[in-house]
Each structure stands twice: as structure tokens, then as C-alpha cells.
């Protein structure tokens, strides 16, 4: 799934090439890509979009009257695999959920395309007329993992005990980060992937702090060179999705502990002293 890096730079790509582009129309595809039945999206007709920003894992699309006043914004979330294509003057319409789910058209003829591959076709789009901070799906997320300073860091980990990796994976304490970040930075930060957070001492929050920060200005700047969105093995990693492959670091073997749906990359001769982890959801918390 994109993460803060992969949406950040998508939405400086899109808010330079479509600020300023006056909605002609917004179509829904797919009835499940509409997540909000009012305001009607129909009513940002005629307005031009002031800009495209980013919170956590969503993308934020700010239409308002060229006269000024209230606006609309467009809060749309690409889910696993989804992708806010562009579509150049005179693209065919899609006109099928299998082709896009929900087309953004602007009067200079440019488009927006929805699309997500598979059949579970979860992305989707929330319209919202209020400050979309404080309504759904954005008021039941945590800080930006960018924002958070060790003070804040700190108070998160006491209040939330569990392993470091789920941890930084829980949206609802901090938002933006995903599997990928999450390898990456317990990687960084020279810690277990299943360090309990509630007795982390000080040294750690300011590893975690740190190692947040490197790894998201690293993907950020990768992400930045290409023209679109990357695809997930195109992503920076020393340890995400490299299993039996050597640690850059120390060389030695790049292990997982595997779950159902997803696996947890570390190395042990960086994180936990040398020791293997059951690969199992039992495995022991390590400091």
C-alpha cells in the first residue's frame, strides 16, 4: 500500500499539473467508490482545484469558487494497489468499474482516473464540506509519523504497548506509515521488530524518532525523481521483502517471520543481538 513518501509525491505531481483545472465533472464508476452521500460532489461543478495535499495515507483534492468562500475537498484513498491515473484531453472514457472507479474531468479536458486492480475494489473517494480533519475517515487517525517528536513519541509508546512494528503500523496512534516503512525503520533504529513500546526507554523513542525520519525524507526523495507513482518492489529497502539476501549493514541474512497476510523483515545481526525470532505470532518480544 502507498505510504506517506508514495502519496506525498504524488500529490506535488498532481497539484503541478492540475492546480487551477476547473471541474467540468465527477463521475462514480463503481457505486462503492462514492463513500459519502452529501455533500453531492456535483456541487464542486465549476470550481477550480486550489490544491492537492496529503494526509497519512489519503489524498486530498481542494476544490473552492473561484470568488472565494467555502469548498469542497476530495478525499480519496487508493487502498493496496490503487492509483490516481492522469488521463490526457481526448483519453477514452471509462465507462466500466473494471476500467476506473470514480473519473475526476476538468474542462480543459484533462482527467483524474480512479483505478485499483483486483475485485475487491475498496478505494475510494469521501466528499467533505467541513474541515476534513475532523470528519471521516481522517478525525479517527493518529499524527503524522512526520510530525511526532520524541516528547510526543514517548507519550504515544506509554500509552500504546505493543510491539514496535504493529506499533508504528496502527493508523489510529500514528498514520502514514505501512509494512514497508515499518521494516525500514526497526532496521534504522537498530531495534526488534516485536520490541514491546512500553518499556522503551529513552535512547529507543529517540532511535525510532530518528529512523522515521531518515527513511521517509529517503523514500520521498527517490519517489520525487520518477514521473508517477513507483510500483512496491521499485521502493528503497535494506530489509523489506529481501529474505535471504544480506543486510547492507552487517551482512548477515535478511530473515522474516510470517504471518498470513504479510511477513516481517529484519536482521538480526542489527536488531536483536544475533537472535532468530520464532517465526511464529508467539515469537517472544526482544529487546
Known amino acids: 500500500m502507498p505510504e506517506i513518501p508514495e502519496i506525498r509525491a504524488h500529490a506535488e505531481r498532481l497539484e503541478a499539473l492540475a492546480a487551477g483545472e476547473v471541474l467540468k465533472r465527477f463521475e462514480p464508476l463503481s457505486f462503492t467508490a462514492l463513500k459519502t452521500a452529501s455533500p453531492s460532489p456535483n456541487d464542486a461543478v465549476g470550481w477550480p482545484l486550489r490544491s492537492v495535499s496529503q494526509r497519512a495515507k489519503f489524498l486530498l483534492l481542494r476544490f473552492a469558487p473561484a470568488a472565494g468562500g467555502d469548498g469542497l475537498t476530495f478525499v480519496v484513498h487508493l487502498m493496496q494497489g490503487g492509483r490516481l491515473r492522469v488521463l490526457e484531453p481526448g483519453a477514452k472514457r471509462p465507462r466500466r468499474p473494471r476500467d476506473g472507479l470514480a473519473r475526476f474531468e476538468f474542462e480543459s479536458g484533462l482527467g483524474l482516473l480512479l483505478t485499483e486492480p483486483g ?71 537498530k531495534l526488534s521488530p516485536f520490541a514491546p513500546t512500553g518499556r522503551m526507554d529513552s535512547d529507543g523513542v529517540e532511535a525510532v524518532v530518528a529512523a522515521i525520519g531518515s527513511v521517509v525524507d529517503e523514500s520521498l526523495a527517490a ?39 504479510y511477513s516481517v523483515n529484519y536482521c538480526a ?19
Open 223 to 261: 519517489e520525487r525523481q520518477l514521473p508517477q507513482m513507483s510500483r512496491s518492489a521499485e521502493r528503497p529497502s535494506a530489509v523489506h521483502s529481501r529474505t535471504g539476501e544480506s543486510c547492507p549493514i552487517c551482512g548477515d541474512v535478511v530473515r522474516a517471520v510470517e504471518y498470513r497476510d
Open 119 to 189: 475485485t475487491q475494489k475498496r478505494a475510494g473517494v469521501w466528499v467533505i464540506a467541513s474541515d476534513p480533519a475532523e470528519a471521516e475517515p481522517l478525525a479517527r487517525l493518529g499524527p503524522e509519523a512526520t510530525d511526532i517528536d520524541a516528547a510526543a513519541m514517548a507519550e504515544l509508546m506509554a500509552t500504546h504497548s505493543a510491539r514496535l512494528h504493529n506499533f508504528l503500523r496502527d493508523q489510529r496512534v500514528i498514520s502514514g506509515l505501512g509494512r514497508r516503512l515499518a521494516n525500514e525503520i526497526c532496521h534504522r533504529a
Open 269 to 287: 545481526g542489527c536488531q536483536t543481538s544475533g537472535r532468530v525470532l520464532a517465526d511464529n505470532t508467539t515469537s517472544k518480544f526482544l529487546r
